[in-house]
């Protein structure tokens, strides 16, 4: 009979370190959908642009200065941005190959 109780008692702390564990994690999920917004922004950086696609930041960067990326706004020497609905646009139309291989 003593075995069963320390084996019961066993599963009654490893329920209680469950729950803590899970509970304590979904805090930490919850902290972190609360930091970062669940809608993508409407206008992206460079950067978020060039993650957004799928291409290096020095990719894209490469495309502005071509003149192959999609359409963007300046607003100050450092800070360019691009609407999300024309960079899903210019991914539509085949993003930089649209502009290659052409005849």
Known sequence: MCADKSVLYDETTLATVMRQTAAS???V????????????P???SL?????????SEQQFSEFV???IAPPSI???RNARRFKRSD???WCAAGGPLQF????
């Open 25 to 27: 994690t979904v805090d």
């Open 29 to 40: 999920l919850l902290a972190e959908l609360r930091r970062r917004p669940i809608i993508p």
């Open 42 to 44: 409407e206008w992206l």
């Open 47 to 55: 950067q978020d642009a060039a993650a957004y696609t799928g291409y």
């Open 65 to 67: 200065r071509g003149g």
């Open 74 to 76: 300046l607003f100050s």
């Open 87 to 89: 960079v899903d646009a």
């Open 100 to 103: 290659f291989g052409q005849e």
